[in-house]
């Protein structure tokens, strides 16, 4: 009696290699394997990590598998090297396939029953081939009962042709998803080092050393420092460079001038402030178009930068002043205002102006004169605390960062954008004429499981209803991709109510196809409006006066009167200022916000959104406006970071997107009531 040993990837060595077809043979996989690998498009390991990572997919493979290729198949991807530290690879792969009920023969192992199910498979296929091939009797057999089985055969065929069919577009559909997570992935590790740039902040402290500072020095020096560490703190994962320049005034020699250029060592930074004394100035203006003029002239490669100017007394020249003045024609080296100024704005510089003295007033207005225009306007603010000043460059900072970060993560693919002329008026409605639309309400997820399984393939209703609309001719505001029109939606008595349509710039066809709306447009937004929803049910099982949060409603149009019957997407118009809470990078902007609103409940709630899915996707880029009368935020576009790389459009950074929140979270009190994990 032969025997035989069924060699499983339990008895083969770790492959260390990272070739692919190298590593079907160090596992000796089966022919079935290979086909099934080939099948749904994997090039190399890469592409098989990514296999392993998606439940679907396993899934699929599992149905195509007996059970020991399959578990061959998976024990292999715990014995690769280069898919070390994967959670696959540590036995934790969860596959998202339904159970199917195996009979149970007691004393007979796993392997045994599934070669016995072979076998009997291996029967049944050649007992079809014969039959297939005449050899079955069918001599005793009526004519009815041959015609029967004729087009039970032919019934069969057919089937078969549809299945057939079926399998080929699940498997061209899971390549194309392998295709698009490798594609997506890359763009994000792209991404990553775009926005090592677009996130990164350049600070330049000007100050006054001169004898008049002596009873603010000591303070100055302790609030420079302690803005710097805060800095650090508040923006963990944006690269942070420092520079100083003290100054004194003319006839202070070599001590005119003490200066620490850029440097991401924050120890250096705070010994160069500390080292400087209260001391020199001749008549009452200082030297500050020296100390300008090195500032403006320093290595400045971030993509915020702000320079910091503290002081008590004003530049020479009479006229930015009413004071004694040695060099009442100005700077003696020649010096100007005009040249300074306009070299300042234009590499990309806020000037910051730390007021200590009334003194500086009329140099600040002449100042801003020069560089004309509120956008570019110097920002002065009370230096009397450090809080206060933080609170200013907080501003400037998050402000700045959100604006680069949003604008680099939007343009990592680009678009042909149409141009548009932006016109912030409101509309002439009485010459706007009504048109038809066809309007695609939102469909909800089920649940909150459904919602983490689901595919983004069923986000509205598939039957539209048709309203009238009045759309403005200029769009009133626009992003890098999208621009937004004031419209007004009637219903069936003919009240309007003021709703936001939101267009895509691009001229290319494909940008402009319903799926690419939908995914890009409404998928986010469907999703964050279904989760603020539940959260506000269990934010009422803990107590407290807390906000609401709630997004506005989102739904898919087809203007019906228009060449080629476009999409857009339509929003409820938001009342108030508009603020922003958090983007996409890990950004969360000071709190409370120039406004003066405190937002810890909308941190809490991007927390709550990870949790609740267990991790799955998180909800950022929290903004619109808040309500104090009804205690309630508004928000719109959001973006979904997702584990899932093909979901949610083009603002999902995947697990980095997540990471990056969660580098610069703080738990707070809302988080605390809510029993939320601290950090995750």
């Known amino acids: 009696m032969s025997s035989f040993t069924l060699k499983t990837s339990a008895t083969v060595s770790r492959y260390e290699g990272s070739d692919l077809d190298e590593w079907m043979e160090h596992f000796s996989f089966s022919d079935s394997i290979k086909e099934v690998i080939n ?58 396939t339904p159970v199917v009920a195996t009979p149970v023969v007691t004393g007979k192992s796993a392997e045994t029953i599934a070669l016995e199910k072979a076998i009997a498979e291996e029967k049944a296929l050649r007992e079809k081939e014969a039959r297939k091939h005449g050899t079955t009797d069918s001599s005793s057999k009526t004519k009815a009962q041959l015609e029967a089985e004729l087009k039970a055969l032919q019934s069969e065929r057919t089937e078969k042709a549809k299945d057939e ?38 600070i330049c402290f000007v100050l006054d ?53 850029f440097t991401d060592d924050l120890s250096v930074f705070k010994n160069k402030v500390a080292e400087q004394k209260a001391d020199g100035g001749g008549d009452a203006p200082e030297d500050v178009f020296g100390a300008l003029k090195v500032a403006s002239d320093m290595e400045w490669r971030s993509a915020t930068r702000i320079l910091y100017h503290i002081c008590d007394a004003p530049c020479h020249g009479s006229r930015f002043h009413n004071l004694s003045d040695n060099y009442p024609d100005g700077d003696p080296h020649g010096l100007k205002a005009e040249d300074l100024l306009p070299a300042i704005i234009g590499k990309n510089i806020q000037y910051i102006f730390g007021k200590i003295d009334k003194c500086t007033d009329k140099m600040v207005d002449i100042f801003n004169g020069i560089i004309g225009g509120s956008e570019n306007a110097i920002e002065v603010t009370d230096v009397k605390d450090a809080e206060t000043m933080m609170s200013t460059i907080s501003k400037s900072v998050t402000s700045s960062l959100s604006s680069s970060v949003s604008f680099s993560a939007s343009t990592v693919t680009k678009i042909d954008a149409e141009h548009v002329v932006i016109d912030e008026s409101e509309p002439n409605w009485a010459v706007i004429k009504k048109e038809h639309v066809n ?23 598939p039957i539209p209803t048709v309203v009238e609309m009045q759309c403005g001719e200029q769009p009133f505001a626009k992003g890098a991709c999208r621009a937004a029109y004031h419209a007004k939606e009637f219903n069936k008595s003919g009240i309007p109510t003021r ?116 991790g799955t996707m998180i909800v950022v880029d929290c903004q619109g406006v808040f309500n104090k009368s009804k205690n309630a935020f508004l928000l719109t576009d959001p973006a979904i970071h997702c584990k899932d790389v093909t979901r949610f459009g083009g603002t999902n950074l995947h697990v980095s997107g997540i990471s990056r929140f969660f580098a610069t979270h703080k738990c707070n009190s809302c988080c605390k009531a809510l029993s939320l994990p601290e950090g995750r």
């Open 209 to 261: 050393c001169t004898g008049s500072m002596s009873g603010h020095m000591k303070s100055m020096q302790e609030k420079i420092q302690e803005l710097a560490t805060n800095c650090k703190t508040l923006y963990p994962d944006v690269p942070l460079r420092l520079a100083f320049v003290g100054y004194r005034d003319h006839c202070d020699g070599d001590r005119r001038l003490a200066v620490e250029r």
């Open 165 to 202: 069919q079926k399998k080929k577009e699940e498997v061209l559909r899971l390549k194309n998803k392998i295709a698009k997570t490798k594609e997506r992935k890359q763009l994000i590790k792209d991404l990553g080092e775009i926005l090592k740039t677009a996130a990164s902040l350049d």
């Open 499 to 614: 709703v936001v349509h939101k267009v895509s710039l691009s001229t290319k066809s494909k940008d402009l196809t319903r799926q690419k709306y939908e995914v890009d447009g409404i998928s986010s937004q469907a999703a964050a409006i279904y989760l603020a929803e539940e959260f506000m049910k269990v934010l009422k099982t803990i107590g407290g006066s807390y906000p609401s949060v709630q997004f506005s409603d989102a739904c898919l149009l087809q203007y019906l009167e228009r060449h080629e019957t476009p999409y857009c997407t339509q929003e409820i118009a938001l009342d108030g200022v508009w603020e922003k809470y958090n983007n996409n990078h890990g950004l969360v902007i000071s709190n409370p916000t120039p406004q003066g609103t405190n937002h810890d409940i909308i941190q809490a709630f991007s927390h709550w959104t990870h949790t609740i899915t267990e």
């Open 439 to 461: 309007k695609f309400i939102r469909r909800p997820p089920g649940s909150i499981s459904e919602l983490v399984a689901g595919d983004n393939d069923v986000l509205v209703e």
């Open 39 to 96: 099948e749904i498009g994997v090039k190399d390991l890469s592409d098989l990590a990514e296999v392993y990572m998606d439940a679907e997919i396993m899934a699929e493979i599992k149905s195509k598998l007996n059970m020991i290729d399959f578990r061959k198949f998976k024990e292999a991807g715990t014995k690769t090297k280069v898919f070390a530290g994967m959670p696959f690879a540590m036995g934790t792969t969860v596959v998202a």
